[in-house]
């Protein structure tokens, strides 16, 4: 039995980019929903820092690997691809299926307490891009709104300990190592 080769990480991550851009979410839409919970912490704050942040939280492989399970059943929702009665559930993102806030939450976990009960904020507000994707359209985004939850929701939590880092006066290699350690998982 041979060993099968794993897919490099630079393919993973392009991957998800690419399937967040082709179902119309662009980085600076989730940016601002960052921006929108994390400015009245902190009235300095730019949209440069939440698109950094928003981008540091796609380069970690459990993010990336939710986006690409739940766009696939999205799209595959949208094509009739999926068995009944799991096509008419997702097809409607029947509201007790609940699997699609699973898949989110469960990414939301590795930035801790203040990415969760953003992530629960962002899921029943639905502020932003989320809203927009929330309604029924051609498009199922039955998993694509609660992943923008999450990667909005990690983003904000990532962002707001960078800048108590900083508040602190911790020394950048500090500050860096740290968030290399967060892109573990």
């Known amino acids: 039995m041979s060993k099968k080769e794993s897919v490099h990480s630079d393919i993973v991550e392009k ?3 690419d399937l967040l851009k082709g179902r ?5 839409d989730i940016a601002k929903i960052v921006y929108e919970m994390q400015v009245k912490y902190t009235p300095v ?14 380069e970690k492989r ?42 989110a939450l469960g990414s939301v976990f590795g930035y801790g307490s203040i990415a969760v009960t953003t992530f629960g904020f962002l899921d029943k507000e639905k502020t932003g891009i989320i809203k927009e994707l929330d309604k029924k359209g051609t498009q199922t985004n039955t998993f694509l709104d609660d992943l923008v939850c999450s990667i909005a929701a990690n983003a904000s939590s990532r962002l707001a300990h ?20 967060e892109r573990i998982g």
Do not use: N
Not at 70 to 83: R, V, Y
Not at 162 to 181: G, T
């Open 162 to 181: 960078r800048i108590r880092d900083r508040e602190e006066r911790l020394r950048d290699e500090k500050i860096h190592i740290r968030d290399q350690e």
């Open 15 to 17: 991957a998800a980019r």
């Open 62 to 103: 459990e993010i990336q690997h939710a986006i690409l399970v739940g766009i696939e059943l999205d799209k595959l929702a949208e094509q009739g691809k999926l068995s009944e009665p799991l096509q008419s559930i997702v097809s409607s993102d029947e509201g007790l299926f609940g699997v699609d806030e699973t898949i």
């Open 24 to 28: 119309g979410v662009k980085i600076q």
């Open 45 to 58: 704050l730019t949209l440069a820092e939440c698109i950094e942040s928003v981008d540091r939280v796609l």
